[in-house]
């Protein structure tokens, strides 16, 4: 079955640097979907990238959708103490709806 | 986008009893989506849930231990049946409004 991988698995950052974290399908998806999990809450959805190749930004945040429509990637710059908490890809393939989730990648900030 | 109501927030069931979680949308959606996150872990996907047919079940998850109901398109229930510790996960609903899924606030359920 489909498969959506992210690396890295954790990432620590001091306040100010930038994180980057990756994402992977095995299949070719119809649109990608970045979602952020605070500790203790529910994801909360950021933004959906459909085209190939498309770069949206969110202030500090570059969300890109690879040209083969199986990878992204999110970047931030600048990283914020605000920005805690797991990240996760969810990609929608062709042949379903179901919003199949990644592995998340977990980002903790020290001041 | 969708505002969604999940209860319980919360839960302490003894093993081999059943609890039943509630979504509740305010406003129509054709799909609901029921999904289970374990502690640590990335959320899976348990079932899709549409109004009027029977809820399609993903790879492992069966639906005599966790039946869901969709009564009308606004609602819908998924049952956690003869629980056991293993079951202790934060389970959550989502719907797909128009653009990306809203989550409820989910149901942290633990099996003691």
């Known amino acids: 079955g489909q498969q959506v991988m992210q690396i890295p698995q954790y990432q620590h950052v001091q306040e100010g640097e930038d994180f980057t974290t990756y994402c992977n399908s095995s299949t070719t998806l119809s649109n990608i979907q970045w979602y952020k999990q605070r500790p203790g809450g529910h994801p909360v959805f950021l933004i959906q990238l459909v085209k190939s190749g498309e770069v949206k930004k969110q202030k500090r945040l570059t969300f890109q959708f690879g040209e083969a429509k199986k990878n992204s990637s999110l970047h931030i710059t600048a990283t914020q103490t605000t920005d805690v908490g797991t990240y996760f890809c969810?990609?929608?393939?062709?042949?379903?709806?179901?919003?199949?989730f990644g592995t998340g990648t977990r980002l903790q900030v020290f001041p | 986008s969708a505002v969604i109501s999940q209860k319980p927030s919360r839960d302490i069931c003894q093993r081999g009893t059943s609890l039943t979680i509630q979504c509740q949308v305010d406003s129509q959606v054709t799909m609901m989506f029921w999904y289970r996150q374990q502690p640590g872990q990335s959320l899976t996907l348990i079932a899709t849930a549409n109004q009027g047919s029977e809820a399609t079940y993903e790879s492992g998850f069966v639906i005599d231990k966790f039946p869901i109901s969709r009564p009308n398109l606004t609602f819908s229930t998924l049952t956690v049946s003869n629980m056991s510790p293993e079951d202790s996960s934060i389970y959550l609903c989502s719907v797909v409004p128009l653009y990306g899924y809203t989550f409820g606030s989910g149901t942290r359920l633990t099996v003691v």
């Open positions: 969810a990609g929608v393939s062709y042949n379903t709806d179901k919003l199949i």
